[in-house]
């Protein structure tokens, strides 16, 4: 019997993305799957395609900024299927930008999905799965989250976050049953890069700036579901993401070119829209979700 046969698993951001592989992966494993996202029809044509695939599924619309609903939804599963084995806080939206052009919202908004998002789903996840005695939470971070993310500031900041949320709960939740990971990957092909939001910078100029190739989504879902079965505390991945995680550690300072080259590179794609008053103003006015 493989590791993920007859398990649970509610994946938040189900409906695209390294969301929709994983729910996709989870069920070729064998385990019943909860497409979990704001976008109800899309987690709806996930589920879909799973159980015309001979999988077991179903959606679920959720906002994880809502911590109650994300509380409701966790405890709902776990009472319908008799447990809940894992939870992937996948869900995330992007915000790309220099500090000196956001506005409160923007930073507001991708912490209460980011931040707030993985710690509803984290706490619900964890008082269920202390209370059985066994489960595995995963939280989605990012490279970012390990070397930081220069005009891309507050992504990294609640990335950051959840890397220390995930690394510290860990030990806590060893004693008690319950496993905790997180994945930091370096790109990948996801509709983030869509649905993100870009303060004073062109948009299609500032994804020409990606250093590399993104990684497909499936693979990674792939390298992911490995990752938690060797139950690994932090699953960094492709190769490049590694080699950098390793240099930061040695030397955080070795990266220090690659910093400059990326804010000189976000230079030559920034939108300047200072007004009369000198004051630079925002090109864009709503956050993504």
């Not at 109650?68 to 966790?74: N, Y």
Request: charged share 20%; aromatic share 8%.
């Amino acid at each position: 019997m493989g590791y993920f046969q007859d398990r649970t698993a509610i994946v938040t951001g189900g409906a695209s993305g390294i969301g929709e592989m994983l729910c996709e992966e989870l069920a070729t494993r064998g385990a019943t799957v909860i497409a979990a996202d704001l976008n109800l029809e899309g987690a709806q044509s996930v589920a879909s395609t799973i159980i015309k695939n001979g999988g077991k599924a179903t959606a679920a619309k959720l906002d994880v900024s809502d911590g109650d609903a994300v509380r409701d939804l966790v405890i709902g599963v776990a009472r319908k299927h008799g447990r809940l084995d894992f939870i992937f806080n996948n869900a995330g939206i992007g915000v790309g930008g220099e500090v000196r052009d956001l506005a409160p919202e923007h930073w507001r908004r991708i912490i209460e999905i980011n931040l707030f998002g993985v710690i509803s789903g984290t706490s619900a996840a964890y008082s269920v799965m202390i209370e059985q005695g066994f489960g595995h939470i995963v939280n989605t971070a990012s490279l970012a989250g390990l070397i930081g993310s220069p005009t891309m500031t507050p992504y990294a900041t609640t990335k950051y976050a959840v890397v220390g949320l995930s690394t510290s709960l860990r030990s806590e939740a060893e004693s008690l049953g319950v496993r905790v990971s997180v994945v930091c990957p370096g790109f990948i092909q996801t509709g983030i890069y869509d649905s993100s939001t870009f303060v004073n910078a062109n948009k299609a100029a500032f994804l020409k700036q990606i250093p590399f190739k993104l990684m497909d989504a499936r693979a990674a879902a792939g390298k992911i579901l490995r990752g938690v079965e060797r139950n690994r505390a932090i699953i960094v991945f492709p190769f490049y993401a590694r080699f950098f995680w390793w240099l930061a550690r040695i030397n955080p300072r070795l990266l220090s070119p690659l910093s400059r080259k990326t804010v000189n590179d976000f230079h030559r794609a920034r939108i300047d829209t200072a007004g009369q008053d000198g004051s630079t103003r925002s090109s864009v006015s709503s956050i993504a979700d």
